[in-house]
């Protein structure tokens, strides 16, 4: 059971740089959650998928883009990448809606330079 | 006073101890609640779903006191294993959106 899978797990970038964080899950899950988690902030949802087809901002949204590119697939993207964006991002999905439990990828850990 | 608080700890106790941790919330219309349990470097993992007549699983004994608006994590007979920071999360509702709020954990450590 693979359940969530983040790529890549660790990445540097330098400031400007553009990249993609790609979350798959396998669970049939209907919704999909983008999280960053940065010490003494707790995890801030950055964007969500309440479905296939439908994207919405969370807490944290500016920076960052996403793309629900099908029921399995939600990807997260910075297209200019800053400093203030170093931290563990987290994919999480459940099988609809935010109140149900979320089963959570293993984390991609990104440092901007 | 912030949406979801819990005491950040650490809370160091002995193997065998029995240790509770609170969370508090401010949203007196929140429906669901859970801990997540997260170890260092990991992604959090669900530990168990708050009921409203509280519920068991195992050690763990999670409550709910909707009156004074907090929810209670009980670890009973701790394990070195139980070490980890414990995430409490509640749902809100703003409108027509529901989200959850995460409460920026509990570290727990148990010592031999």
């Known amino acids: 059971n693979a359940g969530v899978t983040q790529t890549p797990k660790f990445q540097v970038l330098k400031t400007g740089q553009s990249m993609t964080l790609q979350c798959a899950q396998d669970?049939?899950?209907?919704?999909m959650y983008w999280y960053r988690q940065d010490p003494g902030m707790g995890l801030r949802l950055i964007y969500y998928?309440?479905?296939?087809?439908?994207?919405d901002k969370g807490e944290v949204p500016n920076g960052y883009n996403v793309s629900r590119l099908n029921k399995r697939e939600f990807s997260l993207r910075l297209e200019s990448a800053a400093p203030s964006q170093t931290s563990v991002y987290f994919c999480?999905?459940?099988?609809?809606?935010?109140?149900?439990?979320?089963?959570f990828g293993d984390g991609t850990r990104l440092s901007i330079l | 006073r912030k949406e979801v608080e819990q005491d950040p700890g650490p809370f160091n106790v002995p193997e065998g101890a029995t240790v509770a941790f609170n969370c508090t919330y401010s949203?007196?219309?929140?429906?669901?609640f859970f801990w997540y349990r997260q170890d260092c470097r990991k992604e959090p993992k669900l530990l168990m779903s708050v009921y409203s007549s509280g519920n068991e699983d195992g050690r763990f004994t999670a409550q709910l006191n909707r009156a004074s608006q907090y929810i209670s994590l009980l670890i009973r007979d701790s394990k070195l294993s139980d070490s980890a920071t414990y995430l409490c999360v509640v749902n809100t509702h703003a409108g027509n959106n529901r989200k959850l709020i995460w409460g920026l954990g509990t570290s727990l450590a148990v010592n031999p």
């Open positions: 669970m049939n899950h209907n919704s």
């Open positions: 998928s309440a479905s296939e087809g439908t994207t």
């Open positions: 999480a999905s459940t099988h609809a809606g935010p109140d149900q439990p979320q089963h």
């Open positions: 949203n007196s219309a929140s429906q669901s």
